[in-house]
C-alpha cells in the first residue's frame, strides 16, 4: 500500500528555535499533501492543504508566516514552524493523496511531537 | 461548513465483545475514511468507503451516503482494538478533509 514517511518523529528545542518537518510519499506521486495539528485527547484539525508546485492555502486562524509550507516536488513537503514557542507544542501530522479527484483516499504519516521547552 | 459526528465518543468493551461505531455527517461526501489511531499516534487506515460495505477480518464498515451515515463494526474485540477511531469525510467539490471528534475504545481483558 501507499507509504507516507514523516520526519522526525520527536523534536524537543528551545524556544524561538525553527523546526522542519517533512513529509514524503515513497511509492506515489503526491499531488496534494495537508498538514494537520493534533491536541491531547483532540481530533486533528487541518492547519493547510498544499498542491505540488503553488502555494499552500491555510485554514482560517492558521498563522501563514508563522507555519511555513513548501511542497516543491510530487514526493515532497515541509512545514517549517518559525521561532516556536511552547504553545507550538502539539502533534504535527502530515498526509497524501495522489493524483485524481478528491475521491482518493488520503495515506497519513506516523506524526512529529514538537516540544518546546 | 460540513458538520461530522462521531458516537459514542467514549466505549468500554470486554474482551470478545462486538461494537458499533457511528458516524454522521451533513452533506454528500465524495471520500469517507475509517482510521485507527493507536496509543503511540499512528493512524492506520481502516477503510475507504464513500458508499456501500467492505469487510477486512473482524472489521467490517457500512456507508449509506443517501442517509449520510457510515458505520464501522467490531467483532470478537481483542485489546489491541484499544485506541481511538476517526470517521473523516470529503465533501463533493472541495477537497479538503474533516475529522470527527472520535471514539476512544478500551478493551479490558
Known amino acids: ?117 | 461548513g460540513i458538520q461530522v459526528e462521531q458516537s459514542p465518543p467514549d466505549l468500554i468493551l470486554q474482551e470478545g465483545a462486538n461494537s458499533t461505531l457511528r458516524c454522521n455527517f451533513s452533506d454528500s461526501v465524495n471520500n469517507l475514511q475509517w482510521f485507527h489511531q493507536n496509543p503511540w499516534g499512528q493512524l492506520i487506515n481502516l477503510f475507504y468507503i464513500p458508499s456501500g460495505t467492505k469487510q477486512n477480518g473482524r472489521l467490517s464498515a457500512t456507508t449509506v451516503a443517501t442517509e449520510r451515515y457510515s458505520l464501522l463494526y467490531i467483532s470478537s474485540s481483542q485489546t489491541t482494538d484499544s485506541g481511538v477511531y476517526f470517521c473523516a469525510v470529503v465533501i463533493r467539490g472541495y477537497q479538503k478533509v474533516t475529522f470527527g471528534i472520535g471514539t476512544k475504545l478500551q478493551v479490558i481483558p
Open chain 1, 1 to 117: 500500500g501507499a507509504v507516507v514517511s514523516q520526519h522526525p518523529s520527536w523534536v524537543i528545542c528551545k524556544s524561538g528555535t525553527s523546526v522542519k518537518i517533512e513529509c514524503r510519499s515513497l511509492d506515489f506521486q503526491a499531488t496534494t499533501m495537508f498538514w494537520y495539528r493534533q491536541f491531547p485527547k483532540q481530533s486533528l484539525m487541518l492547519m493547510a492543504t498544499s498542491n505540488e508546485g503553488s502555494k499552500a492555502t491555510y485554514e482560517q486562524g492558521v498563522e501563514k508566516d508563522k507555519f511555513l509550507i513548501n511542497h516543491a516536488s510530487l514526493t515532497l513537503s515541509t512545514l517549517t514552524v518559525t521561532s516556536a514557542h511552547p504553545e507550538d507544542s502539539s502533534f504535527y501530522i502530515c498526509s497524501a493523496r495522489g493524483r485524481g479527484a478528491s475521491n482518493q483516499p488520503q495515506h497519513f504519516g506516523d506524526g512529529t511531537r514538537l516540544s518546546i521547552l
